[in-house]
């Protein structure tokens, strides 16, 4: 279903951006020429939906057409394009997990699996506590180290196996701090599993200290 | 200039034109769903991919310009290859409906599958379905059928100046949609039902009603407007089943308003079709013998005889009523129906002289007491589309009203145009630093007891800013239906209203928008024309004529171009050509008019004025003092047409017409209520 016709929810009656947020808007809005202010429909966009509960509501896109002087239809057209935008309200961890290639070659559709078991949802539902929404998005551009899922547009979880992912489930539910980047755990960032090889004893003798390494 | 070769045949263009647009000169058909001559190019359906010499990968012909020395194949196997992926892909998901779709037999999605795509399909998954949108009472949606082109989304960004359809979502889920399910508001909307090239935006009123190769096409013109929209009727056993625009550069390009495309169906509802009299305050059926008969016995015996022309009326008809009122010694007629105090005599001083195609030229306009919108809707998109084009300056003397386009607002009374006069205010230096600026008057500004004075004015307005030349003429009224430019052209005016409606005998020649109750009690009135309206109503005599598409007739445009309306069904029952009707009742009247043949009359009207001289072109008028100077009323201008869709004797008689009014005229003053609380 496309959010285009999701229609099982209440739309609130207005939406104001907050002081802090238009502080936001004025900055980006002041970034492009004078009469192209409509290129800041995106950021506007961002802005809305991270001041919102991490959903952009119809009035919000009203206003952020009104604020950009461009018609509704246009910032409709951004927001239903981008799977990045919510336009129905997700839960507090909006979890969207890579299902392209590379991540469903490395696991994905396991990982996925795993968390559907766990919560007793679906990719697209959302648990009745309000506390997670699955997704499935295409690639998020971390291949290197998939498979990944993204946090609420922001933070990335990768290397994802069956096993990590339900602990992520339990330390967010929790609000427990939890790692961010590679679950692997003997994994520095996107470098390789076995360690740095390339060009190492190079960068040895000449006395280079290698990230990650003590 | 560009020099190039296609399919072997060389070929020298224009800088900027595109390799379609080159095909196309050479008369090599290049298949295409989302390139469309008048709107913008954004090559995504990818069907005119064409190979050129040299090019790693094929080219989408539509968007690339024409380069010397380009050697261009539109038809080897890569093309076609090509060609018959980009079918194959366009109709995954596109269903195979066309025996219950409307738009079968005209679609390109048919003809261009048919010629160009491959014979069977590779596909065995299901296919999508998609919600269809409402978009109001005249255009049916079966958005399944879409194949996202985007033509409807750019004729409304561009030419309607509606902003409403927008594509939504993106790959398997993206669709043609508006915001959160609205209907579009634009009085030229059944275009839409044009530029879509399958099946998905058809027309509502005319769904399910004949198959295009059983229609019989009549090329014709609209009269429904001052416009003069240049039309295809299409009918089948007697019937009009449907309106579609036909290509003038110089009128209308290819579109036609809703009004003309739709109100057909009021050709069918509330007809004269055979004579009636009045009888005990009654109307009894008669034949044309006793109508004729008790006309030429009252005429006989009156003292005053006057007669009006209505919107609807033709050249024809008028003259030969011109004659018939001569000959028996009566000045008394008129074709401005309401009071209208302007100079008739002064063609210059009536008439859209810029031209519609004109406008394009123009760098400032001054719209004067009118709305183009719902006064002439082509002409309102010719100036969007200069507008668009050039952004250049508008100013509105008038109420604030809903253009698409933005203006200026300078005031709302005749004060504004005394400052512009004397080279005072906003608008005077935008006027004065503008290459061809134009003036355009509304017929609504002249129909106040001050018009003569106002038209003096706004002349020296323009004669001020220097908008009339040897190579311009910036000086326009807006007439806003061709009865009343008919009725000029050919000195049908000098009488004067109030007297007519109170003559022993009126003679309604299809006028019913004037105050029908200001007629005298006692005065005997004829009504001929087409339908049960206002006029007919009150007449003591009803002689039924023929509606626009019933006879061959000729109508004089707002810019004072005569064109040709041809028969393309029979008028209903008793019902004549008018002019015929009038040439019969001046024999039994004993004042028989000299013609008794089309050309005849043809002749006759070329004599009264040589206008008539060149069907379809515009005989420029030579430039006269008019108006009379005076002092204005500071009372402020009112618009001439309120409602767009019910403006004339057919369009209130046709129930589309009806529902259009109800949902976007009323419907649109109830919601601002609301807003107003």
């Given at each position: 279903m496309s959010h285009a016709q999701k229609r099982d929810f209440e739309q609130p009656a207005s939406f104001t951006f907050t002081p802090e947020s238009m502080k936001e808007v004025d900055a980006v809005i002041a970034k492009y020429p004078k009469g192209y202010q409509a290129s800041a429909v995106m950021p506007l966009l961002w802005i809305a939906q991270r001041q919102h509960d991490n959903w952009i509501p119809e009035k919000a896109m009203e206003e952020i057409a009104r604020i950009l002087d461009m018609p509704k239809i246009k910032v409709f057209e951004v927001a239903t394009f981008y799977?990045?935008?919510?336009?129905a309200p997700v839960g507090k961890h909006h979890l969207q997990f890579c299902t392209t290639t590379p991540c469903w070659l490395r696991g994905s559709g396991e990982a996925v699996e795993a968390c559907e078991k766990h919560l007793g949802i679906k990719l697209g539902e959302t648990t009745p506590d309000g506390e997670f929404t699955l997704t499935d998005v295409e690639c998020l551009g971390a291949c290197v180290n998939a498979p990944v899922v993204q946090r609420n547009g922001d933070e990335f979880y990768e290397d994802l196996t069956p096993e990590n992912v339900v602990q992520l489930l339990d330390d967010l539910k929790a609000g427990k701090k939890h790692p961010h980047?590679?679950?692997?755990?003997?994994?520095?960032?996107?470098?390789g599993v076995e360690g740095a090889t390339c060009l190492h004893e190079q960068a040895k003798s000449a006395g280079i200290k290698i990230a990650g390494e003590k | 200039m560009p020099k190039l070769t296609i399919d072997g045949m060389e070929i020298t263009v224009e800088p900027g034109t595109s390799i379609l647009q080159a095909a196309e000169q050479l008369g090599i058909e290049v298949p295409r769903f989302c390139?469309?001559?008048k709107l913008s190019v954004p090559?995504?359906?990818?069907?005119?991919l064409v190979e050129a010499e040299k090019a790693p990968k094929l080219i989408a012909s539509c968007a690339m310009p024409c380069a010397d020395d380009m050697n261009i194949s539109t038809k080897s196997d890569r093309v076609k290859a090509a060609r018959q992926g980009v079918m194959e892909m366009l109709l995954i998901?596109?269903?195979?409906?066309c025996p219950i779709?409307?738009?079968?037999?005209?679609?390109d999605l048919q003809d261009q599958a048919m010629a160009?795509?491959?014979?069977?399909?590779r596909y065995e998954e299901e296919k999508r379905a998609v919600k269809d949108k409402e978009?109001?009472?005249?255009i049916k949606t079966v958005?399944?059928?879409?194949?996202?082109?985007?033509r409807c989304v750019r004729f409304g960004d561009?030419?309607?100046?509606?902003?409403?359809m927008g594509v939504i979502g993106?790959?398997?889920?993206l669709e043609i949609g508006t915001y959160i399910e609205q209907s579009i508001t634009s009085?030229?909307?059944?275009?839409l039902i044009d530029v879509c090239?399958?099946?998905?935006?058809?027309?509502k009123p005319y769904a399910?009603?004949?198959?295009?190769?059983e229609l019989t096409k009549t090329e014709s013109i609209d009269?429904?407007?001052?416009?003069?929209s240049n039309i295809r009727i299409d009918t089948r056993g007697g019937a009009v089943l449907r309106i579609l625009p036909r290509l003038n550069e110089d009128v209308n390009e290819e579109w036609i308003s809703d009004k003309t495309r739709f109100a057909?169906?009021?050709?069918?509802?509330?007809?004269?079709?055979r004579p009636y009299i009045k009888v005990n305050g009654r109307h009894q059926p008669a034949t044309w013998e006793e109508a004729f008969t008790l006309i030429a016995e009252k005429i006989k015996k009156a003292d005053k005889i006057g007669a009006v022309s209505g919107t609807l009326a033709d050249c024809e008809a008028i003259i030969a009523l011109k004659d018939l009122m001569d000959s028996i010694g009566s000045?008394?007629?008129?074709?401005?129906?309401?009071v209208a105090q302007f100079d008739?005599?002064?063609?210059a001083g009536w008439?859209?002289?810029?031209t519609i195609a004109g406008i394009?030229?123009?760098d400032a306009i001054l719209l004067v007491g009118t709305n183009p919108r719902t006064e002439a809707a082509i002409i309102n998109a010719r100036i969007r589309k200069t507008w668009l084009a050039n952004r250049i300056k508008i100013g509105v003397i008038g109420p604030e009203m809903d253009l698409n386009y933005p203006v200026k607002y300078?005031?709302?009374?005749?004060s504004v145009l005394e400052e512009l006069a004397a080279?005072?205010?906003?608008f005077a230096e935008v006027l004065k630093n503008a290459q061809n600026p134009m003036v355009v008057l509304g017929t609504g500004m002249l129909r106040r007891h001050d018009g003569m004075a106002l038209q003096a004015l706004v002349r020296k307005i323009a004669e001020k800013y220097n908008m009339v030349r040897d190579d311009w003429n910036g000086y326009n009224m807006l007439a806003n239906s061709t009865g009343v430019m008919n009725g000029l052209e050919l000195g049908?005016?000098?009488?004067?209203i109030h007297t007519i409606l109170q003559s022993d005998v009126v003679y309604l020649l299809?006028?019913?928008?004037?105050?029908?109750?200001?007629?005298?009690?006692?005065s005997f009135v004829i009504y001929q024309g087409h339908h049960g309206d206002a006029g007919a109503a009150r007449a003591d005599v009803i002689l039924p004529g023929a509606a626009y598409t019933e006879k061959n007739a000729t109508y004089v445009n707002t810019e004072g171009r005569p064109q040709h309306t041809r028969l393309a069904v029979f008028p209903p029952g008793?019902?004549?050509?008018d002019w015929k009707i009038i040439r019969a009742l001046s024999e039994v009247m004993g004042k028989?008019?000299?013609?008794?043949t089309l050309a005849e009359v043809r002749g006759r009207m070329a004599q009264q004025s040589?206008?008539?001289?060149?069907?379809g072109a515009v005989i420029p008028v030579e430039w006269a003092a008019f108006g009379k100077d005076g002092k204005c009323d500071p009372a402020p201008f009112v618009l001439?047409?309120?409602?767009?869709?019910?403006?004339d004797p057919i369009t209130r008689a046709s129930n589309v017409m009806k529902k259009c009014s109800a949902a976007f005229v009323q419907g649109a003053s109830d919601k601002k209520a609301v807003v107003n609380g």
């Open positions: 799977t990045m935008y919510n336009l980047g590679s679950q692997d755990g003997a994994r520095h960032k996107s470098s | 390139y469309h001559d090559a995504n359906c990818r069907m005119c998901n596109h269903p195979l409906d779709c409307d738009q079968g037999g005209e679609c160009y795509g491959y014979d069977r399909s978009l109001g009472p005249l958005m399944t059928r879409c194949i996202h082109c985007t561009e030419i309607a100046g509606v902003e409403e993106r790959g398997e889920h009085e030229l909307s059944g275009n090239p399958v099946g998905a935006l058809t027309s399910f009603t004949a198959r295009p190769w009269v429904l407007d001052g416009v003069g057909w169906d009021g050709l069918k509802n509330q007809r004269l079709d000045k008394q007629y008129e074709c401005r129906q309401r008739a005599t002064v063609p008439r859209f002289n810029t394009e030229q123009a300078l005031g709302d009374t005749p080279g005072k205010g906003a049908f005016s000098g009488g004067d299809g006028a019913d928008e004037m105050a029908v109750s200001e007629i005298g009690f006692n008793d019902a004549r050509e028989t008019l000299p013609y008794n040589p206008v008539f001289e060149k069907i001439p047409v309120t409602d767009f869709y019910q403006t």
